[in-house]
């Protein structure tokens, strides 16, 4: 594929700017310098309209093809986002910022897609309008919901929507897709319980919170044991006990409980809120003790559409000839969700070899990813809007 040969050449001048952004990581919507960089390179190679702030910190460019007759625009999306961590790869070029690291490849997703703009912006080889769409605040933030509240796709008239993430334990070059659920949904809850507290040499005296916790801990299990059918998928993990008490010979008063759901069924998400509202209480009524619940929805799931998922197949398989439409789906969760729920489209990985998986400190992103990303995304644009 030609598009392939192109980044080739591009390569140096992308792994820089895939390093720049590296060393210099922005959490959530603080992606001011990200953000400024992208903008400044969109304009400096052409792109004809580049707008800014959308989504509150967000980029986006427009690219007009050599013609316009069908009208379609499709819209390509990346995130520019770090994490709150400490890298730990001992790089030449790793983050100049205490706390701070492009753990999940974000700054490879936005450099790929940079490539693509320039690409497009060189060749136009295409009939009607590519918008390419830089997000802040994937990690936590919900930046594609404040970009799709922005009114971003109603805006540009973007018709279709495709992303990509970036896959360790994959290898370079290779593309994985499914039709349907591809990520999860990702809700998350806090159960405060309350009893009596007192002496841990009297229990009798007390009403023992820990004890109606644990005992919650185990409960919640039943939900996807016992409450949903077995051939639909669920988690639900407690992953935090806190109490107002770090004595050894204290029964504290209040202990909290944090952890996460992870669904892909709507139907499924509903009835496991259900339960999380009502398990927890009637238990702690069984000890004496009282439970509050507070369930928060977070991302929906990202679910490809059948026909946009054939789309991105066939380009990926132009791209590198290695792509597999039968990957399994992950309990993680997208931001990228939102947009998939206001428009058809998909949402692929890309292999990134041998490293960390994403969010551990170890983490790299390689550069020898870029050829095969970078030509995924304006693939996509030529295969989509072909030229008359």
Not at 277 to 287: C, D, G, K, R, S
Request: glycine share 10%.
């Amino acid at each position: 594929m030609p598009v392939k040969n192109r980044f080739a050449e591009m390569l140096p001048e992308l792994t820089a700017i895939r390093r720049d952004f590296h060393e210099n990581p922005e959490l959530l919507f603080e992606v001011h310098r990200t953000a400024a960089k992208v903008a400044d390179l969109l304009r400096e190679w052409g792109c004809d309209e580049v707008v800014t702030g959308i989504g509150r910190t967000g980029v986006v460019g427009v690219i007009h093809g050599k013609t316009d007759n069908s009208g379609k625009v499709v819209g390509l999306r990346a995130d520019m986002d770090a994490l709150p961590i400490m890298e730990a790869t001992g790089l030449e070029y790793a983050s100049k910022v205490p706390g701070k690291m492009h753990a999940c490849g974000h700054d490879g997703h936005t450099t790929m897609l940079l490539g693509a703009a320039k690409y497009l912006c060189e060749t136009r080889n295409f009939d009607g309008k590519a918008v390419v769409i830089f997000q802040p605040a994937e990690e936590g933030g919900g930046g594609g919901r404040e970009m799709v509240k922005d009114g971003m796709l109603d805006r540009w008239n973007i018709q279709e929507v495709y992303g990509m993430h970036n896959m360790p334990g994959i290898p370079v070059g290779q593309f994985e897709i499914r039709p349907g659920p591809m990520m999860a949904a990702a809700d998350q809850f806090e159960i405060t319980v309350t009893g009596k507290g007192g002496h841990a040499a009297k229990p009798h005296d007390c009403i023992d919170t820990l004890l109606v916790a644990s005992h919650i801990i185990v409960g919640l299990q039943s939900i996807a044991a016992r409450n949903v059918d077995p051939l639909k998928q669920v988690v639900v993990s407690t992953c935090v006990v806190s109490t107002d008490s770090n004595a050894h010979n204290v029964i504290p008063q209040t202990v909290v409980l944090k952890g996460t759901v992870r669904t892909f069924d709507t139907a499924v998400q509903d009835q496991v809120e259900a339960r999380m509202n009502e398990l927890p209480v009637q238990m702690a009524a069984a000890f004496g003790a009282s439970a509050v619940v507070n369930f928060q929805r977070g991302y929906p799931a990202t679910v490809n559409a059948e026909e946009n998922t054939g789309f991105a197949a066939e380009v990926a398989k132009a791209v590198s000839g290695k792509v597999r439409t039968d990957t399994a789906p992950l309990m993680g969760a997208e931001d990228f969700s939102y947009m998939l729920n206001a428009r058809p489209g998909a949402y692929i990985f890309l292999g990134n070899g041998d490293t960390a998986m994403v969010h551990h400190p170890a983490y790299n992103f390689d550069d020898n990813a870029i050829p095969f990303g970078a030509s995924w995304y304006a693939g996509m644009v030529e295969a989509r809007m072909p030229a008359a």
